[in-house]
């Protein structure tokens, strides 16, 4: 019987709950052992939970939804001869549901208006109240320029309070509340509510590549630096993601999310251009620079369930060939002795030329290397440390917090 040393990560909260089998072991007692471990309570929590096992041997984290898959989490790390898994838990979302219909009507509830009148509150405005979304209105349609964006004053999309500069800790506390967004497990793609993402572009590639996995085409209804919103083209097909930004202007975080489709899917998905499979395959195409636009088309299939106009692949490897041609130029048309030798004397050029550059560098690391090391620790001064136990800490800076493990040379940020 093998044991396992099982380390849960809550919150800001890192939870030892002892040592365990594969064969006593199930969600509900890893759930309940980790409440009772920090609220001393012994009721069975009747909350959701998202429960995830971090692979040390990937860097990534698998979602465990059934005891079959957490049996199986513990094989994989038997298989690898680990005696320590590191659980992340976090509590769900609360939704809540529309109130049930019965045979006798019940009165709405009433909210005080500002000018002291009462208006009537409906399950719809508790929705978009709770998710700080308020709709699009075809006046604000009309207001789209050229490009898709909404452009909006300040005075628009924020009070007179939110205006005023708040404290710094306010901020941090604030931004705290998002989760940013990780891949799972073989680069699959989860949304939920909470989720954050860094800015503008990281949402719009993943939101693509999401498209691409599952087959669905998404229509960008709103596109502006305030407000990213996604639907899905089918007939009839409910699926609906709205994400605003947060306090920082830079943000975005998941608020409104319909998960479910009625729609079949795409296979020949014209969200795979040819400057994503590019990004796919470069390592590939420039390993193997006679690779055939087939196995291109067949590993496109295979790997993203998706077909592409042999079009798309072809262009991917004709740009780079045409780029090496032309860095051959007339020496092309010469015999292969005269092509090697002048290959082999570009090759030579370069290395001099690099020597050269490195000849000139102020410092003892490379440049790119140097800028990078001064950027974090720009950006390290911003963050706040709190001292949790002996040699851990936690990093608070405006865009998230990483636990540091000093003793053991780790960082929740994967550095």
């Keep these: 019987m093998d044991i396992f040393k099982i380390i849960v990560l809550f919150g800001n909260e890192k939870v030892e709950l002892g040592e365990c089998d594969n ?9 309940h052992a980790l409440i009772e471990k920090l609220s001393g309570e012994e009721d069975v929590p009747i909350g959701d939970f998202w429960v995830w096992a971090q692979l040390p041997w990937s860097g990534e984290r698998l979602e465990v939804k059934t005891d079959r898959e957490l049996v199986d989490v513990f094989i994989m790390f038997k298989d690898r001869r680990l005696d320590t898994i590191v659980f992340d838990v976090e509590s769900a979302c609360y939704v809540p549901t529309p109130p049930e219909v019965s045979s006798r009507p019940k009165p709405e509830p009433e909210v005080l ?3 002291g009148g009462y208006r009537a509150l409906g399950w719809y405005d508790l929705e978009a109240e709770m998710f700080n ?29 939110e205006l005023e500069p708040e ?12 989760k940013p ?15 954050t993402f860094d800015n503008t572009v990281q949402i719009r590639d993943i939101f693509r590549e999401y498209a691409i996995q599952k087959g669905v085409i998404l229509d960008r209804v709103k596109n ?16 609906r993601a709205h994400a605003s930004s947060m306090i920082d202007r830079l943000t975005f975080m998941i608020k409104t999310l319909v998960d ?29 620079h006679h690779i055939d636009v087939k196995v291109i088309d067949d590993l496109l299939r295979e790997n993203y369930n998706i077909s592409v106009e042999t079009q798309r692949c072809d ?31 570009m090759v030579m050029r370069k290395f001099q030329e690099r020597k050269e550059e490195s000849g000139a560098w102020k410092f003892v690391l490379p440049s790119k290397v140097n800028a990078k090391i001064l950027k974090h620790g720009k950006e390290g001064r911003m963050l706040k440390i709190i001292t949790t136990e002996d040699m851990e800490y936690e990093l608070l800076g405006p865009i998230g917090g990483y636990a540091v493990i000093l003793k053991e040379f780790t960082c929740q940020c994967g550095g």
């Design 167 to 178: 404290p710094e800790e306010v901020k941090i506390a604030k931004l705290m509340k998002g």
């Design 260 to 288: 479910q489709y009625e729609c079949h899917r795409v296979y020949n998905n014209k969200k795979a251009k040819a400057k994503w499979i590019a990004t796919k395959f470069k390592n590939l195409v420039n390993n193997n």
């Design 181 to 195: 967004f990780k891949r799972m497990v073989r680069g699959e793609i989860k949304f939920h509510i909470g989720q």
């Design 315 to 345: 262009h991917v490897t004709k740009n780079m060939i045409e780029a090496f041609n032309n860095m051959l130029g007339a020496h092309r048309a010469g015999s292969y002795l005269e092509l090697l030798k002048f290959i082999r004397r």
């Design 224 to 239: 502006d630096y305030q407000r990213q919103t996604y639907m899905c083209t089918g007939d009839s097909c409910p699926w």
């Design 133 to 161: 979304y308020k709709g699009d209105s075809d006046e604000d349609d009309d207001k789209d320029d050229e490009n898709g964006y909404q452009l909006k004053s300040n005075n628009e999309y924020f009070s007179d309070s």
């Design 23 to 31: 064969d006593h072991i199930s969600l509900i007692t890893l759930v």
């Design 113 to 115: 208006d500002m000018e």
